[in-house]
């Protein structure tokens, strides 16, 4: 799996949408970059559902203001019963720490990011066999991800990738697009601010009234992080 900086992109991209801070401005990038963005955000039975309606709310908010984007939540909450994970409903409490600590190892999700790829590659590889046109994925990963999540390595986001393309046919019209690989969250906060400039979406510069940004779209832990009140 080549993870590039700089390639040349295709002319539609598949976002993962979780409604996080990283998704979301991944989602604003795609729309300035792309002439077609499809988003997929999965309810898996998770506990925050906050994230899903703050992806529906950014969806919206673009749709209306004239950025189009596809979007899908695809449920697959019938798993809930069945995962073990204080992420999910019926689940323990989610520990309190730091992410590199190992109580944070309750909060990994069973082959959670797997599922996920594995749909975002069947749709990626739908939209570039009916186009026939390239298609990219767009990974919000970056130098911050925490290798406390075995899904969040380079070596199983390797693996997979060598799986979809030996059980595809016309897999390498599917690349990868990473343009976060080398920042940090702080580097997404950033290019967030002028994403919303670029796109004509409200961000005021001092934060007082950035609510299509910092109100819906980050989570408390993300506010905490960057120092936003």
């Known amino acids: 799996m080549q993870l590039e900086l700089d390639f040349n992109k295709g002319k539609h991209v598949v976002v993962s ?5 990283d998704s979301s401005t991944l989602l604003l990038k795609a729309l300035n970059e792309y002439e077609t963005v499809t988003a997929l955000s999965f309810d898996y ?9 703050r992806a529906q709310s ?5 749709n209306e203001n004239g950025h189009k984007v596809t979007y899908k939540q695809i449920q697959l909450n019938g798993l809930v019963d ?20 190992d109580n944070m190892k309750a909060t990994v999700v069973p082959n959670r990011n797997k599922i996920f790829a594995s749909i975002t590659q069947a749709v990626a590889l739908s939209v570039a066999n009916k186009t026939e046109e390239n298609t990219d994925i767009a990974l919000g990963i970056h130098a911050g991800d ?12 390797d693996a997979d990738d060598a799986a979809f393309r030996l059980g595809n046919w016309e897999a390498e019209r599917v690349n990868y697009w990473t343009p976060y690989l080398l ?18 979406i409200d961000f005021d510069e001092d934060y007082e ?5 910092v109100e819906q779209i980050l989570s408390e832990y993300e506010k905490e992080q960057l120092n936003i009140k």
């Open 183 to 200: 920042g940090d969250k702080f580097t997404i906060l950033q290019d967030g601010e002028i994403l919303c400039k670029e796109l004509g």
């Open 45 to 53: 039975g998770q506990k925050h559902k906050v994230e899903l309606q």
């Open 82 to 101: 069945l995962l073990d994970s204080a992420l999910v409903e019926g689940g323990d409490e989610v520990p309190e720490g730091h992410y590199a600590e």
């Open 209 to 213: 009234t950035a609510r299509i940004y």
């Open 58 to 62: 950014l969806v919206d908010y673009l």
């Open 146 to 157: 925490h290798s406390v999540y075995p899904d969040c390595r380079q070596e199983f986001r």
């Open 17 to 21: 949408l979780s409604g996080g801070m």
